[in-house]
């Protein structure tokens, strides 16, 4: 059962600004609301108030800015990213793993930036956003700020969002259209879980290698940059074991997680991740 | 309005029994809020029959055994009816992808699977005559 709540829908950025500024830490922004009801019907959550965003037109678009940066606002869904033709074509890995999330009719609710904003350890857009080095774009009081996705995870569940902020939009970087990228996710069944473990890879134009590791840490994790002209494996595995803290949990133990994170790893540094 | 169609199972996203058409597309409607559908289109269960004749989608169902129990039913019938709406030859893989998100604890799946694919063939065939 919910408990009750009072619920807006403003038109606008400001709106929305206003909004959360007259009911403070009371309310909660609504996007699909496939995470946000869920706790809300397990009494996890209670916001008194709902601020659905989904009333902004532009936030439902996928946009190229004049710099060749791609835009995806804040109400556009999984399916919306995985039905993309540009993206699918520029940067199908974004794709990939939107496929990933929950079954169809999640997918039909659920949007990309709802994902990263739930901040959970296993998000499945967390990963590619990270190796595609994405920014995320924030609306304040003040106007926009823009911070880099490696800064936005700051716990689980718990994102370096500030008191009557918002993520109106997620920008990927002109630099990675077309840069060969792929995404890696073990679950016990398709449809219905979190991930058990999920590793991203990048391999941009100028030579660098990003690799993000997914359910082995409180965050996301976003490895150091490697030389893919030079790519000494044994360093990044050791790494990558260096940069995680995975746990025992239902969907797996600790060391079962290490090792398909190194089969991942080798996977993606031999081209053998999906690519759509 | 007394509609029993829509059937609530986990409500928790999982199950799939709660599935409806909103404006065209296949969403858990125990994870939409009421106000949230002001204004969409919704198509349920009880819009799939005409006159009480069942539609070629629900006849094949039938003929197969592809409904044992029951509950998971309505929502498996409306996320094969977007699937056939979107896509007229559907593979088998693309009918398993459509109906990740149904439950069936009775079937096992595989009359349903065939229940699918028979309809998209006679749908096909229909919109060829
Ligand atoms: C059955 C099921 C299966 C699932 N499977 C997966 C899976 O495989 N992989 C996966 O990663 N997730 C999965 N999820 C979780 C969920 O579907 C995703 O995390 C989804 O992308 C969340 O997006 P949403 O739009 O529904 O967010 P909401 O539920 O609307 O919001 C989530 C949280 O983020 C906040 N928020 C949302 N948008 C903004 C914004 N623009 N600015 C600031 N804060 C915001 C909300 O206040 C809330 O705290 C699953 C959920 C269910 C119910
Ligand atoms: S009741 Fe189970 S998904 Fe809605
Ligand atoms: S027929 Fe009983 S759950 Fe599917």
């Known amino acids: 059962m919910l408990n009750s709540f ?35 019907k397990q009494q996890i959550a209670g916001p008194k108030v ?40 520029h940067f199908p890995v974004l794709a990939t793993a ?14 990309v930036v709802g994902n990263i904003c739930n901040a959970s350890p296993a998000a499945d857009m967390a990963g590619a956003f990270l190796v595609l080095d994405a920014v995320v774009i924030i609306a304040t009081e003040k106007g926009n700020r823009e911070i880099p996705i490696k800064h936005f995870f700051v716990g689980v569940k718990k994102t370096s969002l ?33 991930g058990t473990c999920n590793a991203a890879m990048s391999r941009s134009k100028n ?10 840490n409180i965050t996301p994790v976003l490895l150091p940059d490697f030389d893919s002209n030079n790519i000494d494996l044994a360093n990044i595995l050791t790494t990558a074991m260096n940069s995680i803290k995975p746990i025992d949990d239902l969907r797996g133990s600790k060391e079962y997680r290490k090792h ?6 080798k996977r993606l540094l031999n081209g053998k991740g999906h690519s759509h | 309005m007394y509609l029993l169609g829509v059937k609530e199972g986990c409500g928790e996203g999982e199950c799939g029994a709660c599935t ?31 006159n009480g004749k069942l539609n070629p989608l629900q006849e094949s169902f039938k003929k197969h055994h592809a409904t044992q129990c029951g509950f998971c ?31 069936c604890r009775c079937t096992g799946y595989r009359q349903i699977i065939d229940a699918i694919a028979e309809a998209a063939t006679l749908l096909e065939s229909e919109v060829k005559k």
């Not at chain 2, 056939?84 to 439950?103: C, H, S, T, V």
């Open chain 1, 50 to 89: 709902l601020v659905d965003i989904k009333g902004v037109p532009d936030f439902s678009k996928i946009d190229v800015d004049s710099g060749g940066n791609l835009i995806i606002g804040a109400a556009v869904t999984c399916n919306d990213v995985v039905e993309n033709q540009y993206i699918r074509n």
């Open chain 2, 20 to 50: 409806v058409l909103m404006n065209g597309k296949p969403v858990n409607s125990c994870l939409v809020l009421a106000v949230e559908a002001d204004g969409t289109m919704i198509r349920t269960i009880e819009g799939e029959s005409k």
């Open chain 1, 98 to 111: 939107a496929k990933t999330i929950g079954s169809y009719q999640i997918r039909n609710r659920a949007t």
């Open chain 1, 6 to 40: 009072s619920y807006y829908k403003p038109k606008s950025e400001i709106e929305i600004i206003e909004t959360l500024k007259s009911f403070g830490d009371d309310a909660k922004i609504l996007a699909g609301g496939t995470d946000l009801l869920v706790y809300m």
């Open chain 1, 162 to 194: 500030q008191q009557n902020e918002f993520v109106k939009a997620i920008k990927v970087p002109a630099d990675y259209k077309d840069a060969e990228a792929s995404y890696l996710k073990a679950s016990r069944i398709k449809g219905h879980d979190l």
């Open chain 1, 260 to 265: 398909l994170v190194q089969v991942f790893i």
């Open chain 2, 73 to 103: 039913t309505p929502g498996v019938i409306m996320s094969a009816t977007s699937l056939l709406e979107r896509n007229q030859n559907p593979d088998e893989e693309e009918i398993k992808e459509a109906i990740e998100g149904n439950f």
């Open chain 1, 207 to 216: 030579g660098k290698i990003k690799i993000a590791i997914g359910s082995c």
